[in-house]
């Protein structure tokens, strides 16, 4: 191996710093690393990782970078939905991760919008999280609606954060529950700006809490949700070629 091999690959060997459960079924993964590459990323954009196994390095696998860019750890939030995703939580502080990055073009541009509305199902929030501790971050005063589909509330991560968020950024939450038979109760009067439907996601929920066709819209989730959202979008007066979309795939 030469020399200049040898410093690539150094630079793309990161550390775990530590793991945190968000829920019961998603964790955030905090990385260390020398790649100046990421010191310039732009929120919104993912990772290609690649973790240790009794064979030696996994495949690669793509997660968003859920940490603002100004964050000088990586963060990635994951949700355990197979072998490779079931193994985060048991990653201890020092083992080393191959990470790759970073990549994606997903928000690129999202600062100099002055109305923005994100539609997330499930994980499918992570870039958007980024995008919000950008803001937050930075100060930032675009107005932001972000619809977020969950079964339930319980799979809704980060809340005390997004809480907070609402204060500092304006910005609303609208949870759109599916399995959930009475949401009214989750209404609060200190968080006004978190708001609560039951049901998918719909036309007349985007247009009754403010979402206008001259916005900027980004959509992030599972393929079915994002094509159920896209029509719900086109029936709004939404030209869906216009809707910048994130498009995930990766192995389980």
Not at 88 to 116: A, R
Not at 210 to 219: K, P, V
């Amino acid at each position: 191996m030469t020399t200049t091999e040898a410093g690539k690959e150094e630079k793309n060997i990161w550390k775990v710093v530590r793991v945190v459960p968000e829920n019961h079924d998603v964790n955030s993964v905090f990385l260390e690393g020398a790649d100046e590459k990421f010191s310039v990323r732009r929120a919104g954009q993912f990772a290609s990782i690649r973790i240790p196994g009794p064979d030696g390095w996994s495949e690669p696998h793509p997660f968003t970078i859920s940490a603002a860019p100004e964050d000088s750890l990586l963060r990635l939030t994951i949700k355990k939905e197979g072998a490779f995703t079931s193994a985060i939580p048991d990653l201890k502080p020092g083992t080393s991760v191959k990470v790759m990055g970073p990549l994606g073009v997903f928000c690129k541009g999202i600062d100099e919008k002055p109305e923005i509305v994100m539609i997330a199902g499930g994980v499918g929030v992570t870039p958007f999280l980024s995008v919000l501790r950008h803001f937050r971050n930075g100060k930032a005063r675009n107005r932001v609606l972000l619809f977020w589909g969950n079964k339930t509330l319980s799979d809704a991560f980060c809340r005390d954060e997004i809480r907070e968020m609402t204060r500092d950024l304006d910005l609303t939450v609208i949870h759109c529950l599916s399995r959930e038979d009475d949401v009214g109760g989750y209404f609060d009067g200190q968080a006004p700006q978190l708001l609560y439907e039951k049901g998918r996601l719909s036309a007349d929920t985007l247009k009754r809490h403010g979402a206008t066709r001259e916005a900027a819209f980004y959509l992030c989730g599972p393929p079915p949700m994002m094509e159920s959202a896209l029509k719900e979008l086109e029936a709004l007066g939404v030209d869906p070629a216009t809707v910048e979309e994130e498009r995930f795939i990766w192995k389980k």
